[in-house]
């Protein structure tokens, strides 16, 4: 299938401009996702056949452990359609309080001999009231992850208590049409608010803001990825005592950093604004999963989701091993196209198979220590 794909349908959508290839198969699979016909026929290609990679997170429970990234889908216009893929979850968004028109394009760039994305979006999205009322007519197989983020405006600059209040607004907007909902904290394209929780007594008042609205649904927060185990340390424990928080995520890194793994060429570089998804963020985010995990600890209440870079059963497996309970996939279907999903999963099938394991959980964080 995916042979398919990158010989047949990557060619054609790779002529045109990245963002503009990005809505026409956004698009088009919103419109397909109207007729049932078109997702049965697209559930039976694509989803079903891999079985006993059941996995719990925050109470929920997922079909297996592989699950679209937030970004991909911003506004929820082509969720039923992607439900149909395999996923055991999608996660929407990010999406703000108010709408955004984001950054100014272009700011979506291919890095094909890395198997990467440059992305400097700035989150645009349609905003939190336009979302929710799309979501609200959806019922999805899968469960739904809704990622918030401040909205990026310079004129809603990030200052207390601005911050919070534009979080809690969309929280309580979007919670009831959401499995669960994940905190992007720390968007690496929208320089003005990236580092606001840098200073880490203010991820306790998000928190303490978002206990008023009276949160239904598990909350996950998506945190600036660093190798710094004393900030991370700090941040479970701020967590700790709001009992709704149920785990953690790990964003891209801002900009080209030098843990990256690039071999495109700086001068390319140059010219590509923003952050990278893809194969190069893969170690780092890993070690950073890793430390996480080995403060997060076992049998402990939260669990982890972690992107970067997966695009076969074995990086999906490794992050599983490294403390991941969910893996989730961006930059890989760009490039591999939708039936990469069932690959992975027949991949992890066997994979659990090899090592004599039941059950993901068996082998969630057995490498991490
Ligand atoms: C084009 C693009 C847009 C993204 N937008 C968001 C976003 O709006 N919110 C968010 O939390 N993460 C966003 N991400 C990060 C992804 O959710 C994911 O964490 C990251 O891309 C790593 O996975 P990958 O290597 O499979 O792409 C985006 C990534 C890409 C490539």
Redesign the pocket.
């Given at each position: 299938m995916s042979a398919l794909y990158e010989t047949a349908v990557r060619p054609l959508l790779f002529r045109l401009e990245p963002e503009r290839a990005?809505e026409l198969a956004l698009r088009t699979s919103a419109l397909a996702g109207r007729a049932a016909p078109v997702r049965g026929l697209a559930r039976m290609a694509f989803a079903g056949g891999v079985r006993g990679l059941g996995v719990e997170l925050g109470g929920l429970s997922f079909a297996n452990p592989l699950g679209l990234?937030?970004?991909?889908d911003?506004n929820g216009r082509a969720l039923r359609l992607l439900a149909e893929l395999g996923f055991g979850h999608l996660?929407m968004?990010?999406v703000s309080a108010y709408p955004s028109n984001g950054n100014p394009r272009p700011r979506?760039f291919r890095l094909p001999e890395d198997d990467a994305?440059v992305?400097s979006?700035g989150?645009p999205?349609d905003g939190a009231e336009v979302v929710a009322r799309r979501l609200a007519q959806l019922r999805l197989p899968v469960p739904l992850g809704v990622?918030l983020?401040k909205t990026n405006d310079p004129a809603r600059p990030a200052v207390e208590p601005d911050v919070y209040e534009d979080y809690a607004r969309s929280f309580e907007l979007l919670q009831r049409q959401a499995d669960y909902v994940?905190l992007?904290m720390s968007?690496p394209n929208s320089p003005g608010d990236r580092d606001f929780f840098d200073e880490l007594s203010r991820v306790e008042r998000l928190l303490a803001r978002l206990a008023e609205a009276g949160p239904r649904v598990p909350v996950i927060l998506?945190l600036k990825p660093t190798t710094d185990a004393g900030v991370l340390r700090e941040i479970v424990a701020i967590a700790d005592g709001f009992p709704f928080v149920a785990g953690f995520?790990?964003?891209?890194p801002a900009g080209k950093p030098g843990v990256l793994r690039l071999t495109a060429s700086a001068e390319r570089l140059e010219r590509m604004p923003g952050?990278v998804?893809?194969?190069p963020?893969?170690s780092f985010?890993n070690e950073v999963l890793r430390l996480l995990y080995g403060i997060t600890g076992e049998g402990g209440r939260y669990g982890l989701i972690a992107?970067?870079?997966?695009f076969t059963a074995d990086d999906a497996y490794r992050k599983i091993r490294l403390g991941a309970s969910l893996v989730?996939?961006?930059?890989?279907?760009v490039y591999r196209g939708p039936g990469l999903v069932k690959e992975i999963l027949a991949g992890l099938g066997a994979l659990l198979e090899r090592d004599g394991a039941r059950r993901v959980a068996d082998v969630v964080g057995a490498d991490a220590g």
């Open positions: 990005h990234a937030a970004g991909f911003k996660e968004g990010s979506l994305i992305v979006y989150v999205n990622n983020v994940a992007n968007c998506k995520a790990i964003n891209l952050a998804g893809g194969r963020v893969e985010v992107a970067g870079g997966v989730q996939l961006y930059t890989g279907l």
